[in-house]
Each structure stands twice: as structure tokens, then as C-alpha cells.
């Protein structure tokens, strides 16, 4: 086995990984990057890039389908499902290209391929042709689709977030199991192109969404829109002759069957770190094979372990593995020394149509007999109602003490760009007042956002 020693060892060559090794290379240091898989990152080969792809032709379909309102009429429009696919991947191709060349430029000698595995605190096994000694290690391994019973036995009729994009043409009939981020927006746009879908979930629970009140009328509208099943208890999945036989209990105990091509299951993600084998680093695992981890310095315990991205199930979101990436970066090459950031706002956004967003914190996290919050509806904002998407509804939370801005949930149009207002505004502690005295242009979806902020001014005053 060829022997290799170097100051930090990255593990992934996604969006966390890379990131490490930039940094640790900036500050001088020898790295080397493992990976087991193709080249690219998560984001821009199976994540957010082609499901956002997606989501653009299905927001193009929608439009025309609903052109009526505006006095347009459009006949006969017809979804070429191939071309729509085609166009998904080649696009997606050209994003993870430039990555893939980016990683590819590295010198040889820095890259590893093959998995990884620790066999002490700092030395790794790569496959069983190389063994890497390091002064620090950084485990930025992502994250997988997870897939639970009983679709684990009926693997070859599921698809998840990582083959959705390889179809060569749409399905007629989609179950997608699951009423998270990634169900929901794959899920809407599969609809909006024309394919039958039918939603399952166990709970009624839309995304990330937590108030009870941006809940309830997300579930309104997209209830209307979509067939969600909620509240669902799916008793088996078993395969037919017409593909994949689903069958459930609804809550009032009814059993129902239906028969579909696919099923789209996106019951969550895992963080990839079972097959580390992290026992033999010495650190302490919770149940789910977790290590104590801290979020500010991306610590593992006290080793010289650091963890970014998807593996820590943290947010597993893409800025936010960029930035672990960095602190891991950072902080494996200043061990024992090491700095402790600050995270950001947290932010959130779901592309789906109305967008779903958050920032700050979470409507479960407020002490609501300190907060207030301040409401607006979309039903007759102004721009909204011009362009026809006049449904949603925003919350926004305050400190009664003080009026400073706390965080928001939001459901309702062009959301991804009041999500980072507030988002900006909450980072920087400013109150109520201090919002309301920036400028409003008119007539824009951010009046809206004024009409929440001078709702929670009123309250904030009586
Ligand atoms: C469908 C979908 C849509 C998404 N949309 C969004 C979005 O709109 N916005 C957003 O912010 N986020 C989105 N995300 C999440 C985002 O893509 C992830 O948070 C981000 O890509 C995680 O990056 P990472 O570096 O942690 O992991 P990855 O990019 O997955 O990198 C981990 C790498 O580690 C490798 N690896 C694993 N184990 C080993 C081992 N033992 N040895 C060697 N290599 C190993 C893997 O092969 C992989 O290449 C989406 C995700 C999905 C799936």
C-alpha cells in the first residue's frame, strides 16, 4: 500500500471539501483531496442546480397554461418531455463541468481516488491502495438519498433526487413519497409538466415550515394545486405489471391503491458518514453515529476532526457547506489554535411555486410571550394581484423589548428575494423602526413586505 503524509486530509470533493482544500492550500499547507465519486459536487450534478432546471420549465408550462387570465390564449401547447430533459442536462452538464475541470486542474498528486476510511484518529485508508497520514482531517462526505421500507426492497422501480435526471422522457404517473423541500419541488414541477402526481406524506407538514399560520395557508393553496395525500400511512409498495402498486391507509382508516410508473422517493437525505468507520478515531457517537460537533469551529470533540457540509447534518444546505468547508479549511490548519465564527442568519428557500421561505429564527425557537409578529396576506397586494400570483401569506417576528427583527416564514411570490431582505436585516439587528425608514419603490412585492413590518410597528406601539 502507497504511504502518503500531508498536513490535512479532505474527504469529498463537493462543495464543503473544496472549499477546505482551497483554503488549506491558500495557507500554505499540503492537502489532499479523496473522493469515491464522479467529480462535480452534489449541487451542480444532482442537487440544486438540474431541480431548479427543472422547476424553469415547469414555471414556463404553468405560465402559458394560465396565459387565459391575462386575456392570451394559447392552443394546443404541448410539453415535449424528452426536450425538456434533454435541455435539464445539458445545462446541468455545462454548471458541473466547470467544477469537474476545476478539479481535474488540481495536480495529480494532491487527488485521491476511492473511499475513504479512518483507521486511527488522523490516518485514513483509501480503498486499499493508499494510506494517508495528516495532522488533521477534514470529513466533508455529503450526504445520500434515504430510502426506507418498503421501497428499500423494491429498488429497481424507485428513483430518488440522484436518477430523476437521468429519465430519458417524463412518466405518465409519479407517487412521490414525501412532502419535504426536495418532494415538493420536484414533485410540482413533474405535475406542471403534465405528469399525474400524487403526493404521500405521513404528517401534513409542507417543507420546513413551521408556523401554524404560513402552514396553513400554504397547505390551502397547494392542496388546491397538487393531490397530496396527508396523513397518510403507506401499509406496502409492491410491484405490477404497470410498474409500482402503492397502498395506504388514510387517517380515517380507509385502505386505498393506485398503480404508477415511478415513485419519487424523498423521504430525507443521510449524512454520508456510516462507512468512515469513525469508531476507530476514538470519538464519542450518538445514537444516529454522530460526532459532538461544533457548529462555530467545526470541531469533532477536541481531535483534530473537522466536519462540513451535508455530513454534518447541520443545514444541509449549499452556502452554508461552503462555509463549513472554509472554517474546516481554516481551523484544520490552525489545530490546537482555532477560531470560532459566527454563523450567518440562517435562510432558507423552496422553489417551489409560490416559493416557501424562512430566515432567523424559527417560529418553534421564538419565546412567543416576548415576540410579536406582524402579518401581511398576498390575497390583494397590489403587485401580486397585477401579475395574477396574489396568493401567500408572510409572518414576521419582532422582540417586543426592542422591535429588533427576530425571523420570518413566508409563503407567496418572488419570496427567495424578501427571504433575503429579512435575512440581511436580521444579521444586522435592526428593529422594526429601522426597516421601515429604508425605501420602498411602488408598486413591488416589497410593499408587502412594508405592510408586515408596519402591521408588527402598531402592535410593537399598543
Ligand atoms: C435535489 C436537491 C436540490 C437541492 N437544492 C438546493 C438548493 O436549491 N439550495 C441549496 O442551498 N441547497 C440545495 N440542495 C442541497 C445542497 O446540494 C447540499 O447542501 C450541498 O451540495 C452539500 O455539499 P457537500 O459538500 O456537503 O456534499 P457533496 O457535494 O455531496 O460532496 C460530498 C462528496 O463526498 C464524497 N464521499 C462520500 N463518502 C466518501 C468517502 N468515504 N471517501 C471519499 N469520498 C466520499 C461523495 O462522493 C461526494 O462527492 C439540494 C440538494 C438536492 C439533493
Redesign the pocket.
Known amino acids: 500500500m502507497r504511504e502518503i503524509t500531508v498536513d490535512v486530509a479532505v474527504?469529498?470533493?463537493?462543495?464543503?471539501?473544496?472549499n477546505a482544500r482551497s483554503v488549506v492550500h491558500r495557507a500554505g499547507g499540503s492537502c489532499v483531496l479523496?473522493?469515491?465519486?464522479?467529480?462535480g459536487?452534489?449541487?451542480a450534478r444532482?442537487?440544486?442546480m438540474?431541480?431548479?432546471l427543472l422547476i424553469a420549465a415547469a414555471d414556463v408550462a404553468h405560465e402559458i397554461g394560465h396565459a387565459d387570465l391575462f386575456g392570451i390564449s394559447v392552443d394546443d401547447v404541448q410539453v415535449n418531455g424528452a426536450q425538456v430533459l434533454q435541455r435539464v442536462r445539458s445545462e446541468r452538464d455545462r454548471f458541473a463541468g466547470f467544477v469537474v475541470e476545476d478539479t481535474e486542474a488540481l495536480p495529480a498528486e494532491q487527488r485521491l481516488t476511492?473511499?475513504?476510511?479512518f483507521v486511527g484518529p488522523t490516518t485514513l485508508e483509501?480503498d486499499d491502495h493508499t494510506r494517508v497520514t495528516a495532522r488533521a482531517v477534514v470529513i466533508?462526505?455529503?450526504?445520500s438519498?434515504f430510502i426506507p421500507p418498503p421501497f428499500n426492497e423494491i429498488l429497481d422501480h424507485v428513483i430518488t433526487?440522484d436518477e430523476i435526471f437521468e429519465m430519458q422522457q417524463l412518466p405518465k404517473r409519479v407517487a412521490v413519497v414525501g412532502t419535504g423541500?426536495?418532494g415538493l419541488?420536484?414533485g410540482q414541477a413533474l405535475a406542471r409538466l403534465g405528469v399525474r402526481v400524487v403526493f404521500f406524506s405521513r404528517s401534513n407538514k409542507l417543507g420546513p415550515l413551521i408556523d401554524p399560520e404560513v402552514s396553513a395557508v400554504a397547505l390551502e393553496q397547494l392542496q388546491g394545486e397538487l393531490n397530496m395525500k396527508l396523513e397518510v400511512n403507506i401499509t406496502a409498495a409492491t410491484v405490477d405489471e404497470q410498474g409500482v402498486r402503492m397502498h395506504w391507509r388514510d387517517a380515517t382508516e380507509v385502505e386505498h391503491t393506485e398503480s404508477f410508473d415511478k415513485v419519487v422517493v424523498a423521504t430525507g437525505?443521510q449524512p454520508?458518514i456510516g462507512?468512515?468507520n469513525l469508531a476507530a478515531t476514538g470519538l464519542q457517537l450518538n445514537a444516529r453515529g454522530q460526532p459532538e460537533w461544533d457548529p462555530r469551529t467545526t470541531q469533532c470533540g477536541s481531535l483534530p476532526i473537522f466536519l462540513?457540509?451535508?455530513?454534518s447534518a447541520y443545514l444541509?444546505?449549499?452556502?452554508?457547506?461552503a462555509d463549513e468547508?472554509r472554517i474546516a479549511g481554516e481551523n484544520a490548519m490552525l489545530y490546537p489554535q482555532l477560531i470560532e465564527h459566527e454563523r450567518r442568519t440562517p435562510l432558507a428557500?423552496v422553489?417551489t411555486d409560490p416559493q416557501i421561505a424562512m430566515a432567523g429564527l424559527r417560529y418553534d425557537e421564538l419565546d412567543l410571550d416576548a415576540t410579536e409578529i406582524g402579518t401581511v396576506s398576498f390575497a390583494n397586494q397590489g403587485r401580486a394581484r397585477v401579475m395574477g400570483r396574489n396568493q401567500g401569506l408572510l409572518r414576521i417576528y419582532a422582540r417586543r423589548r426592542c422591535g429588533t427583527l427576530l425571523g420570518t416564514e413566508m409563503f407567496g411570490p418572488r419570496m427567495e428575494h424578501i427571504a433575503h431582505l429579512l435575512a440581511w436585516a436580521i444579521q444586522q439587528k435592526i428593529t422594526v423602526q429601522q426597516a421601515l425608514a429604508m425605501p420602498f419603490y411602488h408598486p413591488v412585492v416589497e410593499e408587502g413586505l412594508r405592510t408586515a413590518l408596519r402591521d408588527l410597528a402598531y402592535k410593537l406601539s399598543s
Do not use: M, Q
Not at 114 to 117: D, E, L, S
Not at 316 to 321: D, I, K, R, S, V
Open positions: 474527504i469529498g470533493a463537493g462543495t464543503a471539501g473544496l479523496i473522493e469515491s465519486g464522479p467529480y459536487t452534489t449541487c444532482v442537487g440544486c438540474p431541480s431548479k476511492g473511499k475513504a476510511r483509501v466533508a462526505s455529503g450526504s438519498p433526487s423541500i426536495i419541488e420536484l437525505r454520508n462507512a468512515l462540513a457540509g451535508d455530513a444541509p444546505l449549499l452556502h452554508e457547506a468547508g428557500i422553489f
